[in-house]
């Protein structure tokens, strides 16, 4: 009995181990494949081209949402899901909220991205981790209307696009936006520096001495802005510390009907 045992299992042995193996195809490898992670793409230029668009054929990361909130005019926050970014609007610098048009950019950043959908191509963050994004409200280049109408400069430090650089110059040109104050002052220059900057923006502001007379052959050409807030009830001139919050531009002769004058930069 125990030899016909061995017999048996002998033989049961044999034809296990003698089980052809499965064919492989010619030159792949007899070892088992592994699933391949995919490699993270690596940053690259993608500055845009003459037309304002990314060119399709270079690696990049995208956000498709709609923006939650705009914190200035270069500055926003874009919902993706459950998801939010901080986008800073690459190749850009928009005035500081405390300067001249710093809240006039804040809103015309608003206006153009509205409620719309937007999509964010990128590559990098900056050195508050906030994602550095070129704009896209459907074939709209945002990051370049910005400084085309004056709302913005091309921040030539960390950027050198041609397209951004020549829509700074046209906008200058016409004395669009911030480009209506000959003393305008870089908030890249502002930001180093921001008393002198208050100083010397005031000191552009127009004094009562030089105001022209109110009847004139072109009235239009001679309106003085000067500034309120949202809440106050006093009008200011440029640069004054009352406008760190909030600062709206209005004309003299309105401000002049609705609120009263400060006493601490003392406006026209």
């Known amino acids: ?13 044999g034809q296990y181990s003698t089980e ?9 490898s007899s070892s088992i494949s592994q699933p391949v ?5 690596q940053p690259v230029d993608l500055a845009p081209n003459a037309t304002g668009r990314v060119s399709s054929s270079a690696p990049r ?12 005019g270069d500055t926003l926050v874009v919902a993706e899901g459950d998801r939010q970014y901080v986008i800073r609007l690459q190749g850009i610098d928009a005035p500081e909220g405390s300067q001249p048009f710093g809240f006039v950019a804040t809103q015309a950043l608003t206006l153009k991205v509205g409620q719309s959908p937007v999509q964010v191509k990128w590559t990098e963050h900056d050195k508050y981790n906030r994602v550095l994004g070129h704009i896209y409200v459907g074939e709209r280049y945002i990051n370049r209307e910005m400084v085309a109408d004056g709302y913005a400069w091309h921040y030539k430090e960390y950027s050198t696009d041609a397209d951004l650089a020549a829509a700074e110059v046209a906008a200058r040109v016409k004395r669009l936006g911030l480009w209506q104050d000959e003393h305008a ?4 220059d502002y930001r180093h ?3 002198l900057a208050v100083e010397t923006t ?8 030089t105001i022209a007379p109110a009847k004139s052959a072109s009235p239009e050409s001679e309106e003085i802005m000067v ?3 949202r809440t106050g009830s006093k009008y200011h001139r440029a640069g004054c510390r009352h406008l760190s919050k909030s600062r709206i531009p209005i004309s003299l002769s309105e401000a002049q009907g609705r609120y009263g004058r400060c006493s601490v930069c003392n406006p026209p």
């Open 20 to 28: 052809p193996t499965q064919a492989q195809p010619a030159g792949a």
């Open 227 to 229: 500034y309120v807030t």
């Open 37 to 41: 992670t995919p490699s993270r793409t």
């Open 61 to 72: 990361n995208t956000i498709n949402g709609t923006v939650a909130s705009v914190s200035d």
């Open 202 to 209: 005031e000191a552009a502001a127009p004094r009562p001495s």
């Open 185 to 188: 002052i870089p908030p890249w």
């Open 1 to 13: 009995m125990a030899t016909f045992g061995a017999l048996l299992v002998a033989i049961v042995w």
């Open 193 to 195: 520096s921001p008393p």
